[in-house]
């Protein structure tokens, strides 16, 4: 399975001697932790420290300016910070329950994260809908964490990110096989190609009901991981925050990353599925890969891929900044009332454009 | 507005209830000063009035002056515009005790945070019915706090150490279902 | 305080107690919710956290210190409670205030309502979540602050109104700066109206939410922009004008129910910002006729003994009815200050219209009151 | 409360609508102020106290109140700014000084902790020896080292006698003349 589409990081362990012998799982193994290491963590650093300067224009104020030179190092230092907390209280085993639930959730994704033409660890026919199983389990842990305290925040926090997990991932599910009837796969790579690089030929323009479907599966995504401005599951004030109102320090910090982690994959997938993947301009891909330079066009398929999703995610923060925050009965509401119907509209419309297509 | 047909009106019902009328310091109101036991037939009297409709209870104010405990309404209406102070007064029965006062809360419900405040401040004990009841709700001052801080024979406590600040809500609300 | 709806307390309904401190509270104070789902069923109110002996404190000090302690009885709006004082001695010691005096006072009063308006909007912005418009109103306040600062010296406990007029005169320009700062909110109005007040998102969380009924708002004695919200048209400054009010027109806002009823919570959010506008007006009206002359009553001086005697009066406060009663006995010392502050009748409705609305509209609904707790509990 | 969307398509239409305009809205009104477009978006919240902000203590008002500063050589220890303090924050001792005129100002001390800069002492003071400064950063990291003492200090008792002393001859001088 794993033998074609992990060719980037065989590529870059042929370079290294010593590393140029392991076996395969080795080579999985280490795709996996050098993803996680130098795509998603530093990712999660730099969208942070983006979050925080560009509210902090839109808000008419300086933001972080202390760590390093324009608070460059803001993400580093806040994760210090959140390291070095004392425990308040000893840690019950439903919490450590959650946070095995947790971790699952956010390592089992990486696997099936498309980064590039050459970066498909796992690419099945199936692979698209991979990452709803990893958002549901991510949300499920976010509920039992809620439900491991004692305390009414967390109570209502872990029974409403549950309502909204519910209600979100309808039209997010609608909405993907839109992408599908288009594409005729669910398969990363065939969702991919049936895009270019030019705007005008990405699947969210292609006709008018992808385009609802490109908003409803953005939207939905928010809903279902509870991002902002969708947030209302975990951050209303009135339970102070709900399923994180009584962690601390490091399992604070595991929880923060598990939702940057959700907002982020949404997001790679989103760019995948209806903003040209990791499509270059002039045949750049095929002329690179004739000439064999896999981890030269690994890297920049990479690059392209993350600055749309980066643009994409503060797009979302743009919004969620200056909008209030919405109830969460006016959340499930807006999923199955607004967006489900929606959805549907838009296979609807979706499918009868695929058919006609043919018939052409 | 006729304040002599009102006190007039007053002595018809309450015989003996009003005792004087004044004006209220160097302003043009009116100040009626009643008999501590009738605030409550007054008050009553007051509201249903049809000339004047006093309905609303803008002020209720206790000052201490010469040991004599003198409690102002400062009454008035939305409907008629109309506006009056009655003012009773009475004496602790020993210097440093709480003493019985008649409520008016049944009468305008806005009087119960001012008549609460009152009875922690100054130890009135602001009763419906005339019981013989003194149990002061605490609410501002600390649960063992000594003595009633605006009454002028106050002593401020010479160590704070012994008073709590922390004050649980249930106990709180016991205290408010037994009265 | 403690203020129990008088409904019986069912045994199936889920307890939970907010406070003294809590986000969703804008002040200390302790709530005591039963909740059926997520419904409020009842709610109990506990008050007291902020009390600081104000009044024994004025009792203890000469007259002129009471007037600082009174910048301290709403620390956001200090102004009122200095007015209200000087305004009740005035009367004891039948001084009068010279004209100039009494437009400046109107000038600190209206500006004074301004930047509570802008951070009642502020507290309002955060029960919601949004998060943008905290900051822009917190800067165009701080244009009201500076005022303050060039005219008094201090950005919140001003300490500037004296018996019989105020501590110094206005500098040079204020008046021009503050008409300039008017023009400068009736600009930014436009922009928190585009970006808040008729977003979508607002209107759902505000209106239809916390609706005060005008029985209620009779019974429990609410006064000021929450009473008008409901449609009780009383207005200190209309009813009963102090400080020259009555030379100028103005008109006093009334809830409409554009958002959804008359008297949500939307309501007097929208009869806030219709309030600011007004007192704009009005300091446009004041600027034009601050007669030249004397700041402060010479007989006033520093030796000056409130002659034995008592007074009442009343002004508008941001936040409604503020009535001081002071009692004088010829001392160096005020013999009693008595306070009603208009707080306390806003603590005292909640319990009685809160049950019914969801928890999650409590921060909305506590931050629509425009709750002074500073005040409440003196 | 609720949004009862479906019970008119159109009406369901257009609250959709309306929502996604309003939000629309909201966004691009908020979206110069990140390219600082206008002038009245060029305004941010200023950088305390690295860098010092651009208001120094020359830019505030000249009725602002910062700390408070006693020039002892004018004091003439007359206790009026203890006795209006409404925060009781100053502390006066004061003994007789070396001639009848003077009078020594032993203890002075502020505490800037209890200080509410109402400035009522500076009001009240008849020499105009206390004044408010323009300094306002007044952060320490010990409670007592926020009290600020202006005092000449305790003087000794032999001091106390040779003024008792240069007194009485002072007066017997006046007395001959």
Redesign the interface.
């Known amino acids: 399975m794993m033998s074609e589409q992990n060719s980037w990081i065989i590529a870059w362990c042929n370079s290294i001697s010593f590393l140029s012998e392991i076996p395969g799982w080795a080579h999985a193994l280490l795709a996996l932790i050098s993803t996680y290491c130098l795509v998603i963590v530093p990712s999660g650093a730099l969208m942070v420290y983006l979050d925080r300067k560009i509210s902090a224009d839109l808000q008419a104020r300086v933001g972080p300016n202390r760590a390093g030179p324009a608070g460059i190092l803001q993400p580093l230092a806040d994760l210090l910070k959140l390291l070095q907390k004392e425990a308040t209280k000893e840690s019950s085993w439903r919490q450590n329950v959650w946070l095995s639930v947790h971790t699952m959730a956010l390592y089992s994704t990486l696997a099936v994260m498309p980064l590039g033409s050459m970066a498909l660890l796992v690419d099945t026919e199936m692979s698209a809908f991979i990452p709803f199983w990893s958002a549901l389990v991510l949300a499920l842990g976010t509920m039992l964490l809620g439900l491991s305290q004692d305390s009414v925040p967390g109570w209502f926090g872990g029974i409403r990110v549950a309502a909204q997990t519910l209600a979100g991932s309808f039209p997010a599910l609608i909405a993907l096989l839109c992408v599908g009837v288009r594409a005729g796969n669910f398969r990363w790579s065939i969702l991919a190609n049936c895009q270019d690089f030019s705007p005008w030929s990405w699947t969210f323009l292609s006709n008018p009901f992808q385009f609802i479907a490109f908003i409803v599966f953005v939207m939905s995504g928010l809903v279902l991981l509870a991002i902002p401005p969708l947030d209302g599951g975990v951050s209303m004030s009135d339970i102070h925050g709900g399923v994180s109102s009584h962690l601390f320090g490091r399992r604070l910090s595991l929880f923060r990353f598990g939702r940057f982690f959700g907002f982020f994959f949404w997001s790679i997938i989103a760019v995948v599925l209806f903003l040209g993947a990791w499509k270059l301009p002039l045949q750049v891909s095929e002329g690179l890969r004739a000439q064999e330079a896999f981890r030269f066009l690994a890297t920049i398929e990479l690059i392209w891929l993350l600055a749309k999703t980066f643009f994409l995610m503060l797009f979302i923060t743009w919004v969620a900044r200056v909008n209030p925050r919405s109830r969460v009965d006016q959340i499930t509401d807006f999923a199955w009332k607004v967006l489900s119907p929606f959805s549907l509209a838009a296979l609807v419309g979706a499918s009868i454009c695929a058919g006609w297509k043919a018939f052409l | 507005m006729d304040k002599n047909a009102l006190v007039s009106r007053l002595n018809k019902i309450i015989p003996g209830g009003v005792l004087e009328t004044r004006r209220f310091g160097r302003s043009e109101n009116t100040s009626i000063w009643i008999e501590a036991q009738a605030v409550q037939k007054i008050a009553m009297a007051l509201k249903m009035d049809t000339e004047m409709k006093l309905d609303w209870l803008e002020n209720l104010s206790v000052v201490e002056f010469e040991k004599v405990f003198i409690v102002t309404y400062f009454l008035r209406s939305l409907i008629t515009r109309h506006s009056l102070v009655i003012r009773a007064s009475a004496v602790p029965v020993s210097p440093g005790s709480e003493f019985l006062f008649p409520s008016v809360r049944n009468i305008w419900p806005m009087g119960l945070p001012m008549e609460e405040e009152a009875e922690e401040m100054f130890g009135i004990v602001f009763s419906l019915n005339n019981e013989t009841q003194f149990q002061v709700k605490v609410n501002r001052l600390p649960e063992n706090w000594k003595g009633f801080p605006l009454r002028k024979d106050y002593v401020f406590p010479s160590q704070f150490e012994d008073i709590t600040h922390s004050r649980s809500f249930n106990k709180s609300n016991q205290k408010k279902s037994s009265l | 305080m403690t203020i129990i709806s008088s409904e019986p307390v069912r045994a199936d309904l889920t307890l939970w107690e907010i406070g003294p401190y809590h986000s969703s509270l804008p002040a200390p104070m302790r709530l005591k919710l039963r909740l059926d789902g997520e419904i409020i069923a009842q709610c109990e109110v506990e008050t007291g956290y902020l009390h600081r002996g104000l009044e024994k404190a004025c009792e203890l000090h000469p007259w002129r210190a009471a007037i600082a302690y009174m910048d301290h009885l709403d620390p956001e709006v200090a102004i009122f409670g200095e007015l209200v004082l000087c305004l009740a001695v005035e009367e004891i010691g039948e001084i009068i205030v010279p004209p100039r005096a009494q437009r400046i006072r109107i000038i600190l009063a209206e500006l004074s309502r301004i930047s509570a308006h802008l951070v009642f909007m502020v507290r309002m912005a955060k029960a919601v979540g949004s998060e943008t418009i905290v900051h822009y109103l917190l800067r165009d306040r701080e244009r009201i602050l500076d005022l303050f600062e060039l005219v008094a010296g201090a950005r919140f406990s001003l300490n500037f109104l004296r018996f019989g007029g105020v501590s110094a005169d206005i500098t040079d320009g204020f008046i021009e700066r503050v008409l300039d700062v008017c023009d400068l909110i009736r600009i930014r109005i436009k922009e928190y109206n585009d970006i808040f007040t008729f977003n979508y998102g607002f209107l759902k969380r505000s209106s239809f939410v916390g609706k005060i009924d005008p029985i209620l708002v009779k019974s429990s004695g609410m006064t000021g922009p929450n009473a008008r919200a409901s449609g009780i048209s009383f207005d200190v400054r209309k009813d009963m004008p102090y400080i020259g009010y009555d030379q100028f027109d103005f008109e006093i806002p009334l809830g409409r129910g554009e958002g959804g009823i008359v008297g949500d919570a939307h309501d007097r959010f929208l009869l806030r910002l219709r309030e600011i506008t007004q007192s704009m007006e009005l300091l446009k009206q004041v600027s034009d006729h601050v007669p030249i002359g004397e700041f402060q009553n010479e007989k006033i001086d520093k030796e000056y003994i409130v002659p034995p005697g008592e007074a009442y009066a009343r002004i508008e406060s941001s936040r409604g009815l503020l009535g001081c009663h002071v009692v004088s006995d010829g001392s160096p010392c005020p013999s009693r200050i008595q306070l009603r502050t208009p707080s306390v009748a806003n603590l005292l409705a909640i319990p009685q219209f809160v049950s019914g609305i969801r928890i999650e509209d409590l921060p909305v609904v506590l931050a629509s009151l425009d709750l002074g707790i500073a005040e409440a509990d003196r | ?3 009862s ?2 019970s008119n398509i159109a009406s369901y239409i257009r609250s ?1 609508f ?2 996604a305009w ?2 629309a ?3 691009t ?3 110069p ?2 390219l ?1 477009w206008g002038e ?2 060029k ?5 305390y106290p ?1 860098p010092v902000s651009s208001k120094t203590a020359d830019d ?6 910062g700390l408070l500063f006693n020039d002892i050589d004018r004091c003439t220890g007359c206790k009026e700014c203890e ?4 925060a009781q924050c100053i502390r006066v001792e004061e003994e007789p000084g070396a001639n009848n005129s003077k009078i020594w100002v032993s203890v002075y001390d502020v505490d800037f902790s209890r200080c ?5 002492c500076v ?2 003071c008849q020499p105009a020896s206390l004044v ?1 400064t323009r300094q306002y950063e007044g952060a320490a990291y010990h409670l007592t080292d926020l009290i600020a003492s202006f005092g000449r200090g305790q003087i000794t008792a032999e001091q106390r006698a040779s003024w008792a002393a240069l007194r009485q001859m002072s007066e017997s001088d006046e007395v001959t003349l």
């Open positions: 409360m609720r949004i969307v479906f959709v309306r929502g309003s939000i809205e909201s966004c009104t908020a979206f102020y990140i600082r009245l978006r305004e941010i919240t200023e950088g690295d505030l008002p000249p009725r602002s109140r006795k209006i303090c409404p509410i800069f109402c400035g009522l009001e009240v408010h």
